[in-house]
């Protein structure tokens, strides 16, 4: 029998894992049937929740003409009113209506603004999705060399400390977090600003992606970049614990099993550094479970952020949602419920995706 030296074995190893088992054509098969079912799914889902939304909005008890003609309208107003919004039709006729409306990205008009709500999501959508990509950012850059510092040291002093304050991070009430944080770092220490996006005697950059650290870097005012940040800190700290105990909790369990593999073994057998190891193929395979997690969190922060814009004053969606659920502003809460579900299809749409390219395996069963 052929016997290798340990040292080419494990390259042979490596290099039958990194290989393609299919073609190009096969890996473009794979792919578009991929998207085709996510496409496929997303359909169903916003179906599904554009009936639910539409039934319980029409279930919950007030009028929408009444809350948009005011108080003190006249009946004859209301009356008139509803007739001018449909309401006055058959459910099914409603409905109907109301689907052809999203196909055509028309969420209707805002019950408390009067203007369109796919305007309102469009303007202050920049600051929630800056707020979670900021987060997100965060929780990677913490969270993933603690939790590979916990599994190499593994039932270390170093361990058990991560480990606690990993689990600290995930009970943690978002909103009590928050709350803390804004005694401390504001009512205490008076350090970092509790509202806002900006300060009060700080304009907006000019707007071209709705971005204020990207537009205030594009158009040169640092003053701007340096007030946004220190605006971003608290709700960004408070927005990402959660999500850093998670991804703490994970890359650990998956080092640990990723470090007793036979070719990791082998690895270390045959000399290899031990960085080179850590981060060149434990932390990939150990990559793969940790999309899924990065991808819910990504889409978790959507309703997380509802919580955290509100007790900031942060003017995104969520406190936009806050307040329409408040006034019972049902064409904004369909529109965002709609959204977020969308968003849950696409994000898992992006996860598949990302398995494909750090595992040919996944990508060659398809």
Do not use: C
């Not at 929630?128 to 913490?142: F, G, R, W």
């Not at 900006?198 to 594009?218: C, H, K, N």
């Not at 959204?339 to 990302?354: E, G, K, T």
């Amino acid at each position: 029998m052929l016997q290798l030296p340990a040292h080419q074995l494990f390259i042979s190893i490596t290099k039958f894992r990194a290989q393609p088992r299919t073609g190009i054509a096969r890996r473009g098969g794979v792919l578009a049937r991929v998207i085709i079912q996510r496409l496929a799914l997303l359909i169903l889902v916003v179906f599904g929740v554009s009936l639910i939304t539409f039934l319980i909005s029409h279930t919950v008890p007030g009028d929408p003409a009444r809350l948009m003609a005011g108080p003190r309208a006249s009946a004859e107003t209301v009356d008139a009113l509803r007739h001018e919004l449909g309401l006055d039709r058959p459910l099914y006729a409603q409905y109907t209506s109301y689907v052809g409306q999203l196909l055509g990205g028309d969420f209707g008009k805002s019950i408390q603004t009067g203007r369109p709500v796919s305007d309102d999501l469009f303007r202050r959508f920049p600051a929630t999705i800056e707020l979670m990509l900021l987060a997100l950012l965060t929780s990677v850059l913490i969270g993933v060399p603690l939790g590979i510092y916990s599994a190499v040291n593994k039932d270390r002093i170093g361990d058990h400390f991560v480990r606690f304050f990993s689990v600290l991070g995930i009970s943690m009430p978002s909103f009590w977090l928050a709350l803390l944080l804004m005694f401390l770092f504001y009512g205490l220490w008076d350090l970092l600003p509790a509202s806002g996006r900006l300060g009060s005697a700080v304009d907006p950059p000019t707007r071209i992606t709705g971005f204020y650290l990207v537009d205030s870097l594009l158009t040169g005012n640092f003053r701007v970049f340096g007030d946004a940040f220190v605006h971003l800190l608290l709700p960004t700290i408070t927005l990402s614990v959660i999500s850093i105990g998670s991804i703490v909790r994970l890359v650990r369990s998956s080092m640990l099993e990723t470090l007793n593999e036979n070719y990791i073994l082998m690895a270390r057998a045959s000399g290899i550094s031990r960085n080179r190891i850590l981060y060149n193929h434990a932390l990939r395979n150990a990559m793969i479970p940790l999309v899924t997690v990065l991808g819910l969190s990504l889409a978790d922060m959507l309703y997380g952020a509802v919580v955290i814009e509100t007790i900031f004053a942060w003017p995104g969606t969520g406190s936009y949602v806050v307040n329409a659920i408040f006034n019972l502003d049902f064409p904004v809460i369909m529109a965002f419920t709609v959204i977020v579900s969308m968003a849950y299809v696409i994000v898992n749409l992006l996860v598949d995706l990302a398995y494909m390219l750090l595992d040919p395996q996944i990508r060659a069963v398809g």
